[in-house]
């Protein structure tokens, strides 16, 4: 698999230009920046979250993590991480770990990082551990559409650590 079904069908549906960029198997998003030879910044990850009765797909830049008071203050709501097999029932189509940040191809809504719409090129994941998707800013703004955007994450000094902060 290179492009998960739903991910593929949404894209050509939308109309957007993509490019699918290939690189060795990698099981973390920096490890897939710096596999693909990419930077961080322009790698979007999709991290889950859940509040006890809402799905919410964060959408961030690789070398950040998700603040979760900022998106619990501006969600008004107590999201938490989804756990690891809530996600694979979620994207069926794609491997486990590869989740792309189109949340409304799987019925979810989406919230992004606002430092994202100041990046020319975007990559995310399609659905597998191999390939990624490459938009420029027009299509990436094209396929969050209308979906929430706000300051959810920041820099983060550890790359390695914990993909969001509690406070």
Same mark, same amino acid.
């Given at each position: 698999?290179?492009?998960?079904?739903? @991910? +593929?069908?949404?894209?050509?549906?939308?109309?957007?230009?993509?490019?699918?960029?290939?690189?060795? +198997?990698?099981?973390?998003?920096?490890?897939?920046?710096?596999?693909? !030879?990419?930077?961080?910044?322009?790698?979007?990850?999709?991290?889950?979250? !859940?509040?006890?009765? &809402?799905?919410?797909?964060?959408?961030?830049?690789?070398? !950040?993590?998700?603040?979760?008071?900022?998106? &619990?203050?501006?969600?008004?709501? !107590?999201?938490?991480? @989804?756990?690891?097999?809530?996600? &694979? +029932?979620?994207?069926?189509?794609?491997?486990?770990?590869?989740?792309?940040?189109?949340?409304?191809?799987?019925?979810?809504? @989406?919230?992004?990082?606002?430092?994202?719409?100041?990046?020319?090129?975007?990559?995310? +994941?399609?659905?597998?551990?191999?390939?990624?998707?490459?938009?420029?800013?027009?299509?990436?703004?094209?396929?969050?559409?209308?979906?929430? &955007?706000?300051?959810?994450?920041?820099?983060?000094?550890?790359?390695?650590?914990?993909?969001?902060?509690?406070?």
């Amino acid at each position: 698999m290179s492009v998960a079904p739903r @991910v +593929e069908a949404h894209l050509s549906r939308v109309g957007v230009n993509y490019d699918l960029i290939q690189h060795p +198997e990698t099981y973390s998003s920096i490890d897939t920046a710096r596999s693909a !030879h990419i930077p961080s910044v322009q790698l979007a990850k999709a991290v889950m979250t !859940h509040d006890g009765e &809402n799905y919410r797909l964060c959408v961030i830049p690789t070398n !950040h993590k998700l603040v979760m008071s900022w998106l &619990n203050q501006h969600m008004k709501g !107590h999201y938490r991480l @989804v756990h690891e097999d809530e996600l &694979n +029932e979620l994207f069926d189509d794609c491997q486990p770990g590869a989740i792309p940040p189109l949340g409304q191809v799987y019925g979810l809504p @989406v919230i992004w990082d606002n430092s994202l719409q100041q990046l020319k090129d975007i990559y995310f +994941e399609s659905g597998d551990h191999r390939s990624l998707i490459h938009v420029d800013q027009g299509s990436f703004m094209q396929l969050m559409g209308l979906q929430d &955007n706000d300051a959810i994450s920041c820099p983060s000094d550890d790359l390695e650590g914990s993909a969001y902060f509690t406070h």
